[in-house]
């Protein structure tokens, strides 16, 4: 599946922020806060073609918000709260020339969002392939 294939090299991508230290530069904000926004959307993508692929009438015409309530639903997702909380960091991305709202989506990255990807991955992996 091409999306869930996106998908994963964006996470691929994503691990690269471990390799950067505070403090950051402005060119580091923005590339970090850059790789959080492709993962999320490949991964709603890739959930979104799953979905559908597998019957999911939301599949079809879903917003992210209802993509993460169906996968939730589905079982392809654990935590309902901690994707909601991914989702409104992903809507603050256009806020993200504020500091303070960048290094609040880059912590939430590096403490959370990345190992939630990663489930995603592995439970993709297993169960939806």
């Known amino acids: 599946m ?28 923005a590339g ?7 993962c999320f959307e490949q991964a709603w993508k890739a959930m979104k073609e799953i979905l559908q692929n597998s019957g999911y009438a939301e599949g079809a015409t879903g917003s992210p918000r209802t993509i993460l309530k169906t996968a939730y639903k589905a079982g392809m ?5 901690l994707w909601m909380a991914a989702l409104i960091s992903r809507n603050n991305v256009a806020h993200a020339y504020n500091e303070a709202i960048a290094m609040d989506i880059i912590r939430q990255t590096k403490d959370k969002y990345y190992e939630m990807f990663v489930q995603l991955e592995q439970t993709i ?3 939806w392939m």
């Not at 869930?4 to 402005?26: G, H, R, V």
């Not at 997702?77 to 709260?81: I, S």
């Open 32 to 38: 970090m806060v850059g790789l959080y926004e492709i």
């Open 125 to 127: 992996e297993k169960d």
């Open 2 to 29: 091409k999306k869930f294939e996106n998908f994963k090299s964006a996470l691929l991508n994503l691990k690269d922020i471990y390799s950067c230290q505070e403090p950051y530069s402005n060119v580091e904000i």
């Open 77 to 81: 997702l654990d935590d309902e709260e």
